[in-house]
C-alpha cells in the first residue's frame, strides 16, 4: 500500500534533495552558478554524450529540467525528472512519486520523524531563500557595475562594425535609447575551467582557467520599473566581422525571466516609465533578439521596441502599461516548428490579457526582421 504524502511536500522534499536525486540517476555532471544554478550532464536514457540535459538546482525552479538533445526538447518538473530519468514517460506521476518515497525513506517514517523533518526543512527553505536572494542582489548590482564601466559604443569599434554588418548604421536608429555598450575584451564565461576542493569541510568551486575573451555588445535587461537587473552580452569576432567563434555567443547574466531589452522609445522619446507618467501612448514591438529588435527600430520609427531575448520570456513581458497601445510581436520564421510556434501561440494567449489590440509582425524574407532589413531570401 502505498504511503499517502502531500504532493506538495513531496516536490519540496524532493527538491530539498536534488543534488542526491542527481547523483543517483545522472552521475558526473557540471554545476554552473550564477542566477538560478543548473546542472549539466549527458542523458544516461541515451547513446548520444553531449551534455545536454540542464536540470536547475535551486530556488523554486529545482528539480525542472529541459533536454536541449531531445528533438522536442523535452522539459518539466522534478516528477517528470524523475519518471524521465527511469526511461518512463514524464507524465507517469504514479512511478516519479513511489520511486521519491521510497529514495527518501519516507515509508519508514514516523509521524514525528516526518514533523522533524518538516521543521528542519522549513528552516532549510527559509535560509535558503534568504541566501538566494542576497546572491541576486548581488549579481544585480555586478551586472550594473559590469554596464557602468563599459565603453560608449561608438564609430571604429568591433562593436560598430559588427551592427554595420547587420544593416544597422545605430546612429541612424530612430529613438534610439542609448543602453548599449561595448566591452573590448570579455570573458566568454562558458569557456572557463572549472575544478573542486574542500574548504571547511564543504566542496567549494574555484576558477581553473578563464575563457577565452572577446569584444562584447553588453545590454541591459530592465525590470517594468526600469530598473537594470541583468545584461545580454553579444560576444563578436575580434574584428567585428561576425560573432565570436564559440557555440553560443550570446549569453545572459544572471537572469532573464520577466526583463527586456529598452531598444528605441518611439515618437515621444521618453523611456516607458517616463512615457507612463506623460500619458504617451503608443505601438509597441517585442522581438526576440537584439538585431531583431533594432532592426524593427529602424524600419518603423513610430514602434517602441522591446528585446524579450528568448522565445520563453515573451510571455513575462510587461505589457499591461499606460505607455502601450497596442502590441506587435515580431514573430521569426523559423518559429515554425511545432514545439515553438505552440509556445509563441501561449505567449500570445498570455499577452493579450492586457486587452490590447495584437498582432503578428512576421519577416517577409529569410528568418528574421534582420534579414529581411539584409535583403536574404
Known amino acids: 500500500m502505498t504511503r499517502r504524502v502531500d504532493k506538495g511536500e513531496l516536490k519540496s522534499l524532493a527538491q530539498d534533495r536534488i543534488e542526491d536525486i542527481l547523483n543517483q540517476l545522472a552521475p558526473g555532471g557540471r554545476h554552473h552558478r550564477g542566477g538560478r544554478a543548473h546542472y549539466l550532464v549527458s542523458n544516461p536514457m541515451r547513446r548520444d554524450r553531449t551534455a545536454s540535459l540542464c536540470v536547475w538546482t535551486r530556488g523554486t525552479a529545482a528539480g525542472g529540467f529541459k533536454d536541449f538533445g531531445d528533438p522536442h526538447e523535452v522539459k518539466g518538473d522534478v516528477f517528470g525528472l524523475v519518471a524521465y530519468l527511469n526511461g518512463k514517460s514524464i507524465t507517469d506521476f504514479v512511478f516519479a512519486r513511489d520511486w521519491l518515497l521510497d529514495f527518501l525513506g519516507l515509508g519508514s517514517m514516523s509521524a514525528a520523524e516526518r514533523e522533524a523533518a518538516a521543521q528542519a526543512r522549513a528552516k532549510r527553505q527559509q535560509e535558503n531563500a534568504e541566501a538566494e536572494e542576497r546572491r541576486r542582489r548581488a549579481a544585480h548590482q555586478r551586472a550594473h557595475q559590469v554596464w557602468m564601466g ?7 569599434t568591433p562593436a560598430w562594425r559588427y551592427l554595420q554588418s547587420r544593416g544597422i548604421p545605430l546612429d541612424k536608429v530612430p529613438h534610439y535609447s542609448g543602453d548599449l555598450r561595448y566591452l573590448p575584451a570579455a570573458e566568454w564565461w562558458m569557456g572557463a575551467q572549472w575544478g573542486t576542493r574542500i574548504e571547511n569541510g564543504r566542496e567549494q568551486r574555484y576558477k581553473v582557467q578563464p575563457g577565452p575573451r572577446y569584444p562584447a555588445i553588453v545590454t541591459p535587461l530592465r ?44 515618437p515621444s522619446g521618453l523611456d516607458p516609465c517616463q512615457a507612463d507618467s506623460a500619458g504617451a501612448s503608443g505601438p509597441l514591438c517585442i522581438t526576440e533578439g537584439l538585431e531583431d529588435a533594432l532592426s524593427a527600430a529602424l524600419a518603423v520609427p513610430e514602434l517602441r521596441v522591446w528585446g524579450a531575448v528568448s522565445l520563453g520570456n515573451l510571455a513575462q ?33 498570455q499577452l493579450a490579457r492586457a486587452g490590447k489590440p495584437m498582432a503578428r509582425l512576421q519577416a517577409h524574407t529569410g528568418k528574421d526582421l534582420n534579414d529581411t532589413l539584409l535583403g536574404k531570401e
Open 317 to 349: 513581458q510587461p505589457v499591461n502599461r499606460p505607455c502601450v497601445s497596442e502590441i506587435y510581436i515580431a514573430a521569426q520564421n523559423d518559429w515554425g516548428k511545432a514545439a515553438a510556434l505552440a509556445e509563441l501561440e501561449r505567449a500570445e494567449t
Open 150 to 156: 563599459a565603453k560608449l559604443l561608438m564609430p571604429g
Open 223 to 266: 525590470d517594468a520599473a526600469g530598473s537594470l537587473k541583468a545584461l545580454h552580452y553579444t560576444f563578436l569576432a575580434p574584428d567585428g566581422s561576425g560573432k565570436a567563434p564559440v557555440d553560443k555567443p550570446k549569453l545572459i547574466y544572471p537572469e532573464q525571466l520577466g526583463l527586456s531589452m529598452w531598444i528605441a522609445h518611439g
